[in-house]
C-alpha cells in the first residue's frame, strides 16, 4: 500500500524544481584541494568538524576497528527493508543499533532495536563473548565521542563569548552577555536541554557496506559527486540540536586505484575515497562540501547543523564502516515507555468478582480512545515493526525476546478488551447520542488498525523480501486466520468496520 503523504509530495515538488532548475548544469562543490574550501567551511558549514585519525588515541582505533570486524564476521549487519515515499527500498548499506538497554531508533518507517550495552552495572548475555566485548568498545567509543563533543561545543561557545564580549566593549549600552543566539545553543529554555544532554548519545547506528558487492549505486545527482551508499537526507528522529558524532573506519589503502595516482583528471572528488557530502538544504547558490575521509577520522554535526544542512555519503572502493552516535528522540521509543502504555491500558480491565469472566471498568469516550490508542501504538510501533525484521537480533543476543513476548501478550488483553467494547456498543439500550459519541473515538481507530494490518502484511510481501538472509527476513506477527477460536476478533477487520459504521450512521441520524 502505498503511503504518499503531503509532506512528501510537497517535498517531491519542490525537488523537482530545485533538479528542473539545475537540468544538466551541475552546481559546484568544494573538497578540500580547492583554496576556497577553508573560507567556504567557516563561512557556511562551521558546525561541522573533523578530528582527524591522528588525533584519536590508538587504543581507541584499536578496539573499534577490532569490534566492528568482528560484528561483520559474526553476520551481525543487516539491510533494512524501509519506506521511501510509500515504497519498499532496500538500503544498500547495512546496519547494527548498539545502544542503551530497551532504546530504540526509528527512521524511514522502521524502529530499530538496540543491541544493549552493559549499563549501570546491568549485564547483558550475548549470544557469543566477541559481540560482548565489540559492544563495550562501542560503548567505549561513545563515551570518548561525548567528551570530545562537549570540549568542541564548550570552545564554541566561550570563543563567541569572547567575540560578542569584545563588541560588547566597543558599543558600552550592551551588556556583557552571551547573546540570545549563543544562549539558544547553550540552553534551549523551551524544551530545558542542555550541552549535556544534547551530547550523551543514546545509540550507535553502526553502518557497512562493501561496494564491490553492490551491483548498483545512485549517482548524486545536485553535484555530481558520484556514487552514494547513502543518499541526500536529514537525520531522523534525534534531540533538537543535538549533536551526531561518527566514527570513519574505511578500509583503505592497498588497492591502487585513485584517481590522483592514475594521473587522471582531479577535478571533484577521488572516487575511490569515502566522503561526506554536505549541502545547505533548499539552497542552490552555496557550494556544497566533500569531506574525504580516512581510516579512523572522526567528524561532528554539532548543534543544529542537522535541521539546515543535509548529509549524504559518497561511496569510495574499500568496504567501510562508520559509527554513528545520536541522542535518539526516545520519549516515546523506550521498552520502559511502551510497557508503562500497556499498564495504562490495562486499567480499563477487570475481572467481574461474581462471575470471574473479565469485563471493562469504564465506557467513557476518553477511555476508550486512550486504550484504542495504545492498542494500536503496541501493535504497529512494537510488535510488528520487531517481527518485520525477522530474528536478526538473536545473532547478538535474545535479550529483546522476553521483552516482546511481555508486549504480545498484553496485546492480546486488547484485542480482548476491543471486543468487549464492540459487545456493549451492540446493546441496544444506548442513547443515540451516547453511541454516536462513542463510535466516533472507536471507528477511527479500529479503521487505522485495518488500514496498517494490510500495509504491513503488504510490506512483509514485498519482492525485495527475497533478497534478505532467512534470519532477516519478515514475520507478518502477530497473524491468524479469521476464525481463530483462540483470539477474541478476526485478524480482518473490514466487516466489524463495515457493521460499526452503519451503526454510527443510523446513530447520528436518530440524534439529529
Ligand atoms: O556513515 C556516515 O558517515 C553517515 C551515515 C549517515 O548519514 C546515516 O546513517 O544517517
Ligand atoms: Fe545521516
Same mark, same amino acid.
Given at each position: 500500500?502505498?503511503?504518499?503523504?503531503?509532506?512528501?509530495?510537497?517535498?517531491?515538488?519542490?525537488?523537482?524544481?530545485?533538479?528542473?532548475?539545475?537540468?544538466?548544469?551541475?552546481?559546484?562543490?568544494?573538497?578540500?584541494?580547492?583554496?576556497?574550501?577553508?573560507?567556504?567551511?567557516?563561512?557556511?558549514?562551521?558546525?561541522?568538524?573533523?578530528?582527524?585519525?591522528?588525533?584519536?588515541?590508538?587504543?581507541?582505533?584499536?578496539?573499534?576497528?577490532?569490534?566492528?570486524?568482528?560484528?561483520?564476521?559474526?553476520?551481525?549487519?543487516?539491510?533494512?527493508?524501509?519506506?521511501?515515499?510509500?515504497?519498499?527500498?532496500?538500503?544498500?548499506?547495512?546496519?547494527?543499533?548498539?545502544?542503551?538497554?530497551?532504546?530504540?531508533?526509528?527512521?524511514?518507517?522502521?524502529?530499530?532495536?538496540?543491541?544493549?550495552?552493559?549499563?549501570?552495572?546491568?549485564?547483558?548475555?550475548?549470544?557469543?563473548?566477541?559481540?560482548?566485548?565489540?559492544?563495550?568498545?562501542?560503548?567505549?567509543?561513545?563515551?570518548?565521542?561525548?567528551?570530545?563533543?562537549?570540549?568542541?561545543?564548550?570552545?564554541?561557545?566561550?570563543?563567541?563569548?569572547?567575540?560578542?564580549?569584545?563588541?560588547?566593549?566597543?558599543?558600552?549600552?550592551?551588556?556583557?552577555?552571551?547573546?540570545?543566539?549563543?544562549?539558544?545553543?547553550?540552553?534551549?529554555?523551551?524544551?530545558?536541554?542542555?550541552?549535556?544532554?544534547?551530547?550523551?548519545?543514546?545509540?550507535?547506528?553502526?553502518?557497512?557496506?562493501?561496494?564491490?558487492?553492490?551491483?548498483?549505486?545512485?549517482?548524486?545527482?545536485?553535484?555530481?559527486?558520484?556514487?552514494?551508499?547513502?543518499?541526500?537526507?536529514?537525520?531522523?528522529?534525534?534531540?533538537?540540536?543535538?549533536?551526531?558524532?561518527?566514527?570513519?573506519?574505511?578500509?583503505?589503502?592497498?588497492?591502487?586505484?585513485?584517481?590522483?595516482?592514475?594521473?587522471?583528471?582531479?577535478?571533484?572528488?577521488?572516487?575511490?575515497?569515502?566522503?561526506?557530502?554536505?549541502?545547505?538544504?533548499?539552497?542552490?547558490?552555496?557550494?556544497?562540501?566533500?569531506?574525504?575521509?580516512?581510516?579512523?577520522?572522526?567528524?561532528?554535526?554539532?548543534?543544529?547543523?542537522?535541521?539546515?544542512?543535509?548529509?549524504?555519503?559518497?561511496?569510495?572502493?574499500?568496504?567501510?564502516?562508520?559509527?554513528?552516535?545520536?541522542?535518539?528522540?526516545?520519549?516515546?521509543?523506550?521498552?520502559?515507555?511502551?510497557?508503562?502504555?500497556?499498564?495504562?491500558?490495562?486499567?480499563?480491565?477487570? *475481572?467481574?468478582? #461474581?462471575?470471574? =469472566?473479565?469485563? !471493562?471498568?469504564?465506557? $467513557?469516550?476518553?477511555? /476508550?480512545? @486512550?486504550?484504542?490508542?495504545?492498542?494500536?501504538?503496541?501493535?504497529?510501533?512494537?510488535?510488528?515493526?520487531?517481527?518485520?525484521?525477522?530474528?536478526?537480533?538473536?545473532?547478538?543476543?535474545?535479550?529483546?525476546?522476553?521483552?516482546?513476548?511481555?508486549?504480545?501478550?498484553?496485546?492480546?488483553?486488547?484485542?480482548?478488551?476491543?471486543?468487549?467494547?464492540?459487545?456493549?456498543?451492540?446493546?441496544?439500550?444506548?442513547?443515540?447520542? *451516547?453511541?454516536? #459519541?462513542?463510535? =466516533?473515538?472507536? !471507528?477511527?481507530?479500529? $479503521?487505522?488498525?485495518? /488500514?496498517? @494490518?494490510?500495509?504491513?502484511?503488504?510490506?512483509?510481501?514485498?519482492?525485495?523480501?527475497?533478497?534478505?538472509?532467512?534470519?532477516?527476513?519478515?514475520?507478518?506477527?502477530?497473524?491468524?486466520?479469521?476464525?481463530?477460536?483462540?483470539?477474541?476478533?478476526?485478524?480482518?477487520?473490514?466487516?466489524?468496520?463495515?457493521?460499526?459504521?452503519?451503526?454510527?450512521?443510523?446513530?447520528?441520524?436518530?440524534?439529529?
Amino acid at each position: 500500500m502505498k503511503r504518499f503523504n503531503k509532506y512528501d509530495r510537497a517535498k517531491e515538488i519542490k525537488k523537482q524544481k530545485l533538479l528542473k532548475e539545475i537540468q544538466d548544469r551541475k552546481l559546484p562543490y568544494l573538497t578540500p584541494k580547492d583554496v576556497q574550501f577553508e573560507e567556504l567551511s567557516k563561512a557556511k558549514y562551521s558546525k561541522l568538524n573533523l578530528k582527524p585519525a591522528k588525533c584519536v588515541p590508538q587504543e581507541v582505533h584499536q578496539k573499534v576497528q577490532q569490534g566492528l570486524t568482528t560484528l561483520r564476521d559474526c553476520k551481525c549487519f543487516a539491510q533494512d527493508l524501509v519506506q521511501i515515499k510509500g515504497k519498499d527500498v532496500l538500503t544498500p548499506v547495512s546496519r547494527i543499533l548498539i545502544g542503551d538497554p530497551g532504546c530504540t531508533y526509528r527512521y524511514l518507517d522502521t524502529r530499530l532495536f538496540a543491541v544493549p550495552w552493559s549499563s549501570d552495572g546491568v549485564e547483558v548475555k550475548y549470544s557469543r563473548d566477541e559481540i560482548g566485548k565489540a559492544c563495550q568498545a562501542v560503548k567505549d567509543l561513545n563515551e570518548y565521542l561525548h567528551g570530545e563533543a562537549m570540549k568542541l561545543l564548550l570552545d564554541r561557545f566561550s570563543s563567541q563569548v569572547k567575540e560578542e564580549g569584545s563588541m560588547g566593549k566597543a558599543t558600552p549600552s550592551k551588556p556583557e552577555e552571551p547573546s540570545a543566539s549563543v544562549v539558544d545553543e547553550t540552553h534551549d529554555k523551551n524544551r530545558g536541554t542542555t550541552l549535556q544532554d544534547r551530547t550523551s548519545f543514546n545509540v550507535v547506528l553502526l553502518n557497512y557496506m562493501d561496494p564491490s558487492n553492490m551491483v548498483y549505486l545512485k549517482e548524486e545527482p545536485y553535484f555530481g559527486m558520484g556514487k552514494m551508499a547513502v543518499s541526500w537526507h536529514h537525520d531522523e528522529n534525534l534531540m533538537a540540536r543535538s549533536t551526531v558524532a561518527v566514527y570513519n573506519y574505511s578500509c583503505d589503502d592497498l588497492r591502487p586505484t585513485t584517481a590522483e595516482g592514475s594521473g587522471k583528471s582531479v577535478e571533484g572528488r577521488d572516487p575511490a575515497c569515502w566522503h561526506i557530502g554536505l549541502k545547505i538544504a533548499w539552497d542552490i547558490e552555496t557550494p556544497g562540501l566533500a569531506l574525504p575521509l580516512h581510516p579512523g577520522d572522526c567528524y561532528f554535526m554539532l548543534d543544529d547543523l542537522n535541521m539546515t544542512h543535509q548529509h549524504c555519503v559518497l561511496s569510495g572502493l574499500q568496504p567501510r564502516f562508520s559509527c554513528t552516535h545520536r541522542v535518539a528522540e526516545c520519549s516515546s521509543g523506550t521498552l520502559g515507555y511502551i510497557l508503562g502504555r500497556c499498564e495504562v491500558a490495562m486499567k480499563n480491565m477487570q *475481572k467481574d468478582p #461474581e462471575s470471574g =469472566s473479565s469485563c !471493562l471498568v469504564s465506557l $467513557e469516550p476518553a477511555v /476508550v480512545k @486512550r486504550t484504542e490508542e495504545i492498542h494500536n501504538e503496541v501493535e504497529f510501533e512494537w510488535l510488528r515493526q520487531f517481527w518485520f525484521q525477522g530474528k536478526r537480533s538473536a545473532k547478538q543476543t535474545d535479550w529483546w525476546f522476553q521483552p516482546m513476548a511481555t508486549l504480545e501478550n498484553y496485546w492480546r488483553v486488547m484485542e480482548q478488551m476491543t471486543k468487549l467494547l464492540l459487545h456493549e456498543i451492540n446493546k441496544e439500550e444506548w442513547p443515540s447520542e *451516547k453511541q454516536r #459519541e462513542i463510535l =466516533s473515538c472507536l !471507528l477511527p481507530l479500529v $479503521e487505522e488498525r485495518q /488500514v496498517l @494490518r494490510m500495509s504491513w502484511m503488504a510490506r512483509c510481501q514485498s519482492r525485495l523480501v527475497n533478497n534478505l538472509p532467512i534470519d532477516d527476513q519478515p514475520e507478518c506477527r502477530p497473524h491468524w486466520q479469521d476464525e481463530d477460536p483462540d483470539m477474541p476478533l478476526p485478524y480482518d477487520l473490514q466487516e466489524t468496520i463495515s457493521c460499526l459504521r452503519n451503526r454510527f450512521m443510523s446513530a447520528s441520524k436518530q440524534w439529529n
